[in-house]
């Protein structure tokens, strides 16, 4: 069984991802990592986010145990993450590493943005994780002044706004709702709220399989 989970930043899709796959004992990948890990060593090698060459060859070297996720999860990460993610060619490099998880004997639980409809549009199910952009920024502002972050909201409202733009608009897996997804909205929903809205929702697709 392999779940995608995608949506927008900050929609709240990483921890129902993370939450389902706890709840049904499956491996989680939560794929903006790879792109955060891909823009950091970029960074730290000194080089531009926009250096093309350097941001394939990044993302060609890169291992799953490659992640820091304290280091990964700031502000500026999510930022040079949306920027080289626009790469055609980094997205192939790591496609192949998404893929391999994904088919691991049992399945698992993939989030990001192009999960259904680019990486494995085979999954079963899809859900397209979304929210207010307000409630999104809201969401993110409260995550960063959490881990000790300098907190200016209309920033951050600026940056998720421009994410989506960027991730929407890109020419190479453009963030959308698979035809097959179901959408979850969780403007409205706290935690746990979402989580078991997105279990009904996979336990109504494993229902309907079972008396296929």
Known sequence: MIIAI???AASGKGTIARRLAQHLNLPHL???????ATARALLEQGHDLSDRAAAIASARG???TDFDEAALRGRGMGEAASIVAAIPEVRVALVEMQRGFALRP???VLDGRDIGTVICPEARP???VTASVEARATRRAL???SRGEKVDYAAVLEDIRTRDARDSGRAAAPLKVAGDAVVLDTTKLDVEAAFKAALAIVEATLAAQSAG
């Open 30 to 36: 939560d794929t903006g990592l790879l792109y955060r």
């Open 106 to 108: 049992g399945g698992a």
């Open 62 to 64: 890169l291992a799953l």
């Open 6 to 8: 995608d949506g927008p």
């Open 143 to 145: 995550e960063l002044k």
């Open 126 to 128: 899809k859900i397209f």
